[in-house]
């Protein structure tokens, strides 16, 4: 097990001990052993081999023997048998927002609360307004949150449904019986949210597919079983679906299933003005509902199916009918990004504040990757919970991350950190001033704690991009994923002012995150406001977000050349040099 998953873990156990209401040194005990397991310099694993745990400050001998348990098998008796102890009810009440576990255990002691619905229920009838420590407004907020939570409750994240769907869609593959898979639905067309995975495979032998696949590692349970459709449930919960279809059917049910539904609609209009029908079986030459596969128009891919519409092929991101159809009419669909473009990302994290590698893992495994650069941006000083860096420490940095680069460059590698920070965008300034600023290579200001209201945030947003030394705005609405609304914004206006000062905007690929929503990008590009997709990173693993961001940035029709981190190191240098020369 590694040392994120063993801090996680460490931080889980003290979260529950709270819910106990144990002893508050106990508790922090874990919290803080997480800190330390999350901030060391060398492998976990070698720590315990050679049975060094305990040189670790704050590592007392109970925390050594658990997080050895944990990483030499995987597992932990303890923590098993405390989850078990505390009832599911309450550990589901700290999904809920303002909720922590002080709070569950007031209600829980003075209202006999243990479940997300008892409390719904006691909010609606005034007991917990009355509670000290909580009154009408904490009241309000909690039935906001409740009904927030199971608003998006059905909804999975970009991250996990993938993490959840490619393994099957890889082990389909590898079965004899199948000729074409995929994955199709929203999935496909690379939405930030979806509601469940649509697989679609060709074959002769249905049966025997469905018998594999509801049969594999990573189902839960199987929901429904026929002859060529089943319905199970993947880790996660994300419910997932099985049709198989002959070879031939196979272009027409991966274009049908794919959607959008309002793409959908418009297909089968242009099918019915041509005298033909589209449906998921084919597209036929009749002027009624079929599926004769003797009047089946033959397709042997989707591309001929667009092409059969006197359209040029469509791009599974882009089926949203957001103007598409007028394109691929004319030939004019743009050659959308790949990931692959990308050469390094502008807004990233290290030990230094809130990330979990140190400025050498990180070069390491970014070169390792062969990527050309990578910004570490970390938090300004505002940002205190995320030990944000004041502007000493600031400088400290520079100076070790040049000492990286030289060791870089008399090794012969090209390969380079870049300086820089996400600083804070705060009520009247900058968390930093503009001498500081200019010294850094690349400088995203994010908006961390918003006003209450649209013009204040959108005043405070338009000051940063007007800012010679700030490169990027970052998360421009601030929101999690079926967690947390965007804060209130003129997202136009902000746009508007990136257009006339030349900032650029982010997306920041964290798949919680997704901001600036793709639907946003459409107006962004045709003011011509450029595009930096950073993955928000706090762990080198999180690189692999750049995969995600390029996927949404296609559903904004974004190419190559709207998107600033696809330039090479030398031509990003002249770019990030260009605002501040005005």
């Given amino acids: 097990m590694d040392k994120e998953r063993v801090a996680e873990i460490l931080v889980e156990i003290g979260t529950l001990l709270e819910l106990k209401g144990e002893n508050p040194f106990k508790t922090r005990a874990y919290q803080n052993g997480a800190r330390i397991i999350e901030g060391l310099n060398e492998p976990l694993q070698k720590l315990v081999a050679e049975e060094r745990l305990g040189e670790l400050k704050g590592i007392g001998d109970a925390l050594q023997q658990k997080i050895t348990e944990l990483v030499t098998t995987g597992k932990l008796k303890y923590y098993d048998e405390l989850k078990a102890s505390v009832p599911a009810g309450l550990v589901a ?14 209600l829980n002691k003075h209202l006999g609360v243990n479940s997300v619905e008892k409390l719904e229920v006691a909010c609606k009838d005034g007991k917990v307004a009355e509670l000290d420590g909580f009154g009408e407004k904490t009241q309000t907020k909690l039935l906001e949150g409740i009904a927030h939570r199971r608003l998006y409750a059905l909804r999975s994240r ?13 082990s389909l593959r590898q079965h004899p019986d199948v000729i074409r898979c995929s994955t199709a639905g929203s999935l496909r067309r690379w939405r930030e949210t979806i509601g469940d995975v649509d697989f679609l495979v060709s074959s002769k032998q249905p049966e025997n597919i469905i018998e594999y696949f509801v049969a594999q590692p990573g189902i839960l349970s199987v929901s429904a079983k026929g002859d060529t459709k089943a319905s199970v449930i993947l880790q996660g919960g994300i419910q997932a679906d099985l049709r198989v279809v002959s070879d031939e059917e196979f272009p027409f049910a991966l274009a049908y299933f794919t959607g959008s539904k309002e793409h959908n609609i418009v297909m089968r209009q242009r099918a019915i003005a041509r005298g033909l029908r589209l449906n998921e079986y084919g597209l036929f030459k009749s002027k009624e509902e079929t599926r004769d596969p003797k009047l089946r128009v033959a397709c042997a891919t989707e591309e001929e199916i667009y092409f059969a519409l006197d359209l040029a092929y469509v791009p599974p991101e882009m089926r949203e009918d957001h103007g598409e159809f007028e394109s691929a009419e004319k030939g004019k669909l743009p050659k959308l990004i790949e990931w692959t473009d990308l050469k390094g990302a502008l807004h990233n994290h290290s030990t230094w504040s809130d990330g979990h590698n140190t400025l050498e893992e990180i070069a390491a495994h970014m070169d390792e990757l062969g990527l050309q650069y990578w910004a570490v941006t970390d938090h300004s ?10 502007p000493e420490r600031v400088r400290e940095q520079l100076k070790a991350i040049k000492q990286i680069n030289q060791k870089l460059a008399d090794d012969g590698n090209d390969f380079r950190l870049l300086t820089g920070s996400e600083v804070d965008v705060l009520k009247d300034k900058l968390d930093f001033d503009d001498d500081l600023l200019a010294e850094l290579d690349v400088v995203v200001a994010s908006l961390h704690v918003p006003a209450n209201n649209e013009a204040d945030n959108t005043k405070r947003l338009i000051r940063a991009a007007e800012n010679k030394y700030v490169h990027m705005l970052g998360h421009l609405t601030g929101r999690l994923l079926l967690d947390r609304e965007p804060y209130p914004v003129n997202q136009e206006a902000v746009i508007d002012a990136c257009a006339e000062t030349g900032t650029w905007i982010e997306l920041n690929c964290n798949p919680w995150r997704m901001d600036l929503d793709w639907r946003k990008w459409f107006y962004a590009r045709s003011k011509g406001v450029k595009c930096v997709i950073n993955p928000d990173a706090h762990r080198n693993g999180d690189a692999s977000y750049l995969r995600l961001g390029a996927g949404v940035a296609r559903k904004a029709w974004l190419t190559k050349s709207d998107v600033i981190n696809t330039l090479p190191l030398e031509k990003l240098k002249k770019e990030l040099a260009k605002k501040r020369s005005k």
Avoid: N
């Fill in 93 to 106: 009440m700290l999904d809920i927002p303002g909720l922590g576990p002080k709070k569950i255990i007031a």
């Fill in 158 to 170: 970009l991250d996990d449904a993938l993490a959840a769907a490619e393994p099957v869609l890889d």
């Fill in 381 to 390: 000083r505002a940002s205190y919970q995320a030990k944000g860096l004041d």
